[in-house]
């Protein structure tokens, strides 16, 4: 299980484990429930370069990222890791 800390969201922390190239689970600490547990079951399955290209550069509010974008990071940070 990975643990990234968020920075710029109402979320706090994504927790998230990658297999093969492909995110089998994922869970944000804190945020929009709804739209945080929507956006981890959407990416659950998915290959880490796809989400990566779908969730990048989403922003929210104006504070020039958001739950999906620091999604984003936290994949790329891993991948770059891996």
Excluded: H, W
Aim: charge should be positive.
């Amino acid at each position: 299980m990975v643990e990234y800390k968020t920075k710029g969201t109402c979320s706090r922390a994504i927790q998230f484990e990658v297999e093969d190239n492909v995110i089998t689970s994922c869970r944000f600490v804190g945020g929009c429930m709804g739209n945080t547990q929507g956006v981890a079951r959407l990416v659950e399955g998915m290959r880490v370069d796809d989400a990566i290209a779908k969730l990048s550069g989403i922003d929210c509010g104006g504070r020039g990222t958001s739950c999906p974008d620091q999604l984003a990071r936290a994949l790329s940070q891993y991948k770059a890791a891996n």
